[in-house]
């Protein structure tokens, strides 16, 4: 761990020696307007006033800028932020979008995520959709489900579940999932496959409207808003009252539980196999900083809270300057793998004092450490997703975790130097 360090420290010196910029002929501005460009082996990283990317050969994308416009074709996902941000060209993994008008034109196999005052996905997604902003207009289709917010929403083919809330609520093109509606004005000139909840002060159906599923309203007066029997039988229809605050509607998932169970495996699995690896590298620093943990729970707390904020103060005060706008997303990365890794060796100290307190103790062979950290993952998860708290345990968890790291490199360099 503590060569991996010396690494990205190494790799964040060599950054700044580079030259600020090294703009490409294929990736370009206006003339006269600057081009900083990096690139991490097949990763590509640019900013300037305004940008344009078209080069060949890229994974991952990381581009800011005030007008932003990625042509490329990715193999990997897109990161882009700016006053004007477009996706002109298909990205093989997911696309992450912000800015003042986001425009998603070309194809993404995976799922879009989109925020800004005017959002418009005219190119097809892979999988799953999020998008807010005041207007969201989704014209192209959905394969996945689609989770929108704003003021105006246009929705055209979405083949999963609707889930959207805003004041003015058109659907026009076809759903095949279930639909969680929530506007002041509901439009619908399609067929709605699955079941449907509705909360509005008006609703309106085209000729194209139909609903296979059932329905459920939610009117401050039960029979207000009128449904044509060609859209959807009466005998299907459930009307509640709509108190002043939010109404009952059902969770976005309904298979919760699942997900519930997924997650926790998942989480599980991830930690079982970091302790795994650091149990074959390092076993004995794994159980030292596992110590530290629970013996100065406190002094490592504090120690974490300092480094991090360093980490993070860096990003802040980099980006003051050009260079600093290249070194930022490694800092970020540095960051969030020193926030990971504390929060893996905190839950395995955890698990550790809890299986000495019932009599066991630290087991030697790599994969019984594994195992240990495993069900310890998988109990943190279930805390986890208990409100408020489960968050601020996750960051003492990672902070705590971050300072036993820290404090011991500190005192293993001090037993060098004497």
């Not at 246009?154 to 805003?166: C, E, F, N, P, Q």
């Not at 698990?351 to 943190?380: D, Q, S, T």
Request: hydrophobic share 50%.
């Amino acid at each position: 761990m503590r060569r991996t360090l010396v690494l990205l420290a190494v790799l964040c010196v060599i950054l700044v020696l580079e030259p600020a910029s090294r703009a490409l002929a294929s990736d370009h501005g206006p003339k006269g307007d600057s081009l900083h460009s990096m690139d991490l082996g097949a990763d590509a990283f640019r900013s300037g006033e305004t940008v344009i990317v078209d080069r060949a050969g890229i994974d991952d994308l990381f581009v800011s800028g005030d007008t932003v416009d990625s042509r490329a074709a990715l193999d990997g996902s897109a990161f882009a932020a700016g006053r004007n941000v477009a996706i002109s060209g298909p990205v093989a993994g997911n696309a992450y979008a912000a800015g003042r008008r986001v425009h998603s034109r070309a194809a993404i196999d995976g799922s879009g995520y989109f925020s800004g005052q005017t959002v418009d996905v005219s190119g097809a997604v892979g999988a799953d959709l999020f998008a807010a902003g005041y207007d969201v207009s989704v014209t192209a289709a959905v394969a996945g489900d689609a989770y929108l917010m704003g003021s105006e929403i246009g929705v055209g083919t979405v083949l999963g579940d609707l889930r959207a809330m805003g004041r003015t609520l058109r659907l026009m093109g076809p759903l095949g999932g279930t639909a969680l509606l929530r506007a002041d004005t509901v439009e619908i000139n399609t067929t709605i496959t699955g079941d449907t909840w509705i909360s509005a002060n008006t609703l309106n159906f085209g000729p194209g409207a139909q609903i296979n599923g059932a329905l459920t309203l939610y009117e401050e007066t039960p029979g207000t808003l009128d449904v044509p029997q060609s859209v959807i039988d009466p005998a299907r229809i459930t009307r509640l009252v709509a108190t002043a605050q939010h109404p009952d509607m059902p969770h976005d998932a309904p298979d919760r539980g699942w997900h519930v169970v997924k997650d926790t495996l998942v989480a599980g699995l991830w930690t079982a196999v970091t302790i795994a690896i650091i149990a074959v590298l390092r076993p004995t620093t794994l159980t030292a900083m596992a110590q530290r943990v629970t013996g100065r729970a406190l002094a490592s707390f504090g120690a974490g809270f300092i480094v991090q904020s360093a980490l993070l103060g860096a990003v802040v005060v980099s980006a003051a300057t050009l260079i600093g706008l290249l070194i930022s997303p490694v800092v970020v990365v540095v960051a969030v793998g020193a926030a990971y890794l504390g929060f893996v060796v905190a839950v395995y100290g955890g698990v550790l004092m809890l299986a000495r307190l019932l009599g066991r103790e630290e087991p030697m062979a790599f994969w019984a450490k594994a195992l240990l950290g495993g069900l310890g993952g998988m109990m943190v998860s279930l805390l986890g997703m208990v409100p408020l708290f489960g968050w601020l345990l996750m960051v003492v968890l990672s902070l705590t975790g971050v300072g036993a790291i820290a404090l011991h490199l500190r005192d293993s360099r001090q037993k060098r130097i004497v």
